[in-house]
């Protein structure tokens, strides 16, 4: 594959090419292309120079722009999901799932062209009055995560293009064959030279000079808290924009009166879904006293069906790599030395080729989680959870909100005071009552503490690209008071 800079597609000026591997054998699918600090210095130049004629051309034409993206990815969607198979693992279904999702939000950015606002705020005076524009940043610069490869490069890039920034991106190493899929058509639908850019390479080389590039504007990342929080250093160099999605550590709660059957299901889906690869993924799980036992038997009796392996084939697939491998095995370790019990899973599936050297960990539940233990306050990642019980509906609200995370979490019952009481005190950005994920277009999808600042999805996630600006006008034509400067000087 190759970066596509200033309108052209290219190689990196080193020549030097990264491996991807399929998490699924571990083989050699595709090399791409090592940015340098010259690379990424013709993109920001591109993108500086290219942005103000972008913003120029209105919201109305550069939605239609959206739309033909939209047409051109879902006349040729098999072929991304095929790509989110091969360089993800997913499961087809998910796959497909997952470019509904990109339609859906680029669609939903879209409809926003004839919905950007501005004001006109009385001044001081009835001929004085204050005009606030909401102008684009200039250039973004967008880095994603491997876990919805495409979803978030749709969920970034259709509010920045629509709001007349240009864009940098760049993909997950993980991950950079699903992005030059949606660029390419971003292209194709007419994005202009320039205006979106692709760069591939490692964070942990090319990341630093990126953020800190005097031309950025707006930072948007999906990623880890620990990237989150060393991008928060360097942006604070040109004081950019941020817009920092990060990780998460979902509590699950069962009350004893929920709908055991629903709560199993959602469950299931909110663990498993991705190989618990997921931001919303429930990493803790609090069941009531009364109903703890029996609930953790049903919930074991429901995971023993999940099918690993060839993801073609399978409910589940492979993790993303092996340091995602070990680090899911390094929690079951921990947990097992601390002398909680594993109920199920615990290992490495036994495969056949080629899947045998693929990145695979059995679903996994560990009961009487201590709330102090690493599986209850780190993120996990994989498709591993423990569980406690509660008794106590304030303990349970305490208990939720102890995480240094604060992204999604759940809540199932049917207690309509405890459903009111967590809504107000829960310390997360999102609730889901009664329900499963994943976040809809229109919600805005933020977290409180480490899960990091600001947030996508809704108005609010367009506003996100937008900058209030002001301007000042006095229309009335009357000669100028100073107040608080002599008036004899003139
Ligand atoms: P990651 O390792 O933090 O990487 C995220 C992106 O940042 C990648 O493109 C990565 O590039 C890049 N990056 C790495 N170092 C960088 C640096 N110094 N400067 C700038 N960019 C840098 O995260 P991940 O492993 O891909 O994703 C998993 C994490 O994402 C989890 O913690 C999950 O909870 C979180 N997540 C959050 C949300 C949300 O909405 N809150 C959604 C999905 C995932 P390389 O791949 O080249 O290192």
Not at 104 to 112: C, N, T, V
């Amino acid at each position: 594959m190759k970066m596509y800079i200033g309108g052209e597609w290219v190689d990196s000026s080193s020549g030097e090419l990264i491996e991807k591997h399929d998490p699924s054998t571990g083989r050699v699918i595709e090399k791409f292309p090592s940015a340098t600090r010259q690379d990424v210095d013709r993109a920001m130049d591109s993108a500086e120079e290219s942005w103000e004629k972008w913003y120029e051309l209105g919201s109305v034409k550069r939605s239609r722009i959206l739309y033909r993206a939209i047409e051109l990815i879902a006349g040729s969607r098999k072929e991304l999901e095929k790509i989110l198979v091969t360089e993800n693992g997913k499961v087809p279904v998910q796959a497909a799932e997952e470019v509904d999702g990109v339609i859906d939000q680029i669609q939903y950015y879209a409809e926003f062209a004839r919905k950007i606002y501005g004001e006109i705020v009385e001044g001081d005076s009835f001929e004085r009055k204050i005009f606030q524009y909401k102008v684009p940043y200039g250039v973004v610069v967008a880095m994603t995560p491997w876990n919805f490869p495409a979803g978030m490069v749709a969920r970034k890039l259709a509010p920045a293009l629509l709001t007349g920034n240009s864009v940098i991106l760049k993909p997950s190493s993980d991950t950079p064959l699903s992005a030059e899929w949606i660029v390419r058509k971003f292209l194709d639908a007419g994005v202009p030279k320039g205006v979106l850019n692709l760069i591939t390479g490692r964070g942990s080389e090319i990341g630093d000079y990126m953020v800190s590039h005097p031309k950025v504007s707006l930072i948007t990342m999906t990623g880890s808290t620990e990237t989150g929080q060393r991008i928060m250093e360097h942006a604070s160099r040109n004081m950019s924009k941020l817009i920092l999605e990060l990780g998460g550590k979902a509590p699950f709660m069962i009350w004893k009166d929920a709908d055991l059957g629903n709560a199993i299901k959602s469950l299931v889906w909110a663990k498993f879904w991705n190989s618990g690869q997921s931001c919303i993924a429930a990493e803790r799980l609090y069941v009531h006293e009364e109903i703890y036992d029996s609930f953790m038997k049903r919930f074991v009796e429901v995971t023993k069906r999940l099918k690993v392996g060839d993801p073609s084939k399978s409910d589940m697939g492979p993790l993303i790599n092996r340091n995602a491998l070990e680090t899911t095995e390094s929690f079951v370790e921990g947990a097992r030395s601390e002398g909680m019990k594993v109920l199920y899973g615990g290992k490495r599936p036994k495969l056949d080729d080629p899947f045998k050297d693929g990145y695979f960990y059995e679903p996994t539940i560990i009961a009487d989680a201590g709330s102090g233990s690493r599986l209850f306050t780190d993120e996990i990642f994989g498709p591993v959870i423990g569980a406690a019980k509660v008794s106590d509906p304030d303990d349970l609200i305490r208990e939720a909100n102890s995480s240094r995370y604060g992204l999604a979490s759940y809540l199932f019952t049917r207690d309509h005071e405890l459903i009111f009481k967590a809504s107000e005190k829960i310390r997360f950005g999102e609730l889901y009552v009664n329900m499963p994920g994943p976040e809809a277009s229109q919600g805005y999808h933020t977290g409180f503490r480490l899960t990091g600042q600001a947030g996508e999805g809704s108005r609010h996630g367009v506003e996100e690209y937008l900058k209030l600006k002001n301007v000042y006008v006095d229309y009335s034509g009357a000669e100028l008071h100073v107040e608080s400067i002599r008036e004899d000087l003139f």
